[in-house]
């Protein structure tokens, strides 16, 4: 079976950055790791915490959006794919609940579909359901999920 992230108010919406799960770092909470991750982007403390104050995930990436322009890091890198992993790590060790979601995966293939919607990054972090070939994309947040579930169940037995 493959674990598909869609939606936040679906079965494995929390997997998804926009869901409304905080996470710490630095000593400062973010209302969600979507915050934290277009944050990250940029060097400017005061960015930063523009983008930190925003009410909802979608206002945090339209405020990095924004001033794309000033950002130090640049979008779909490796620095990029290593800040994702970053909020994905505090978001499954600070939330329990995100981890036992996670972890009852178990080894299932987890991407985020993209299919209705593949375009811009999409393709990168996710992947798109082609009839007869299968998932067509990157997934690289599916596949950081998976090494983020392995890590967690080794680290919790």
């Known amino acids: 079976m493959t674990i598909k992230i869609r939606k936040v108010k679906e079965e494995y919406g929390c997997f998804s950055n926009m869901h409304n799960t905080p996470v710490t770092w630095n000593g400062q909470e973010w209302r969600t790791s979507e915050a934290l991750f277009q944050a990250l982007r940029f060097s400017d403390i005061e ?65 985020e579909d993209c299919t209705t919607r593949p375009r811009g990054s999409a393709l990168f972090w996710g992947a798109k359901m ?4 299968g998932w067509v994309g990157e997934n690289k947040l ?9 890590w967690l169940a080794t680290t919790t037995e």
Request: charged share 25%; aromatic share 2%.
């Open 47 to 111: 960015i930063r915490e523009h983008i930190r104050s925003q009410k909802s995930p979608m206002g945090a990436k339209l405020a990095a959006k924004s001033r794309q322009n000033q950002m130090t890091t640049k979008p779909l890198s490796d620095q990029d794919v290593l800040n994702m992993e970053l909020c994905l790590r505090l978001k499954f060790t600070q939330n329990e609940k995100a981890k036992q979601i996670l972890l009852s995966t178990g080894q299932q293939y987890i991407v």
């Open 130 to 133: 082609v009839q007869d070939v």
């Open 142 to 150: 599916g596949k950081l999920l998976m090494a983020i579930r392995t």
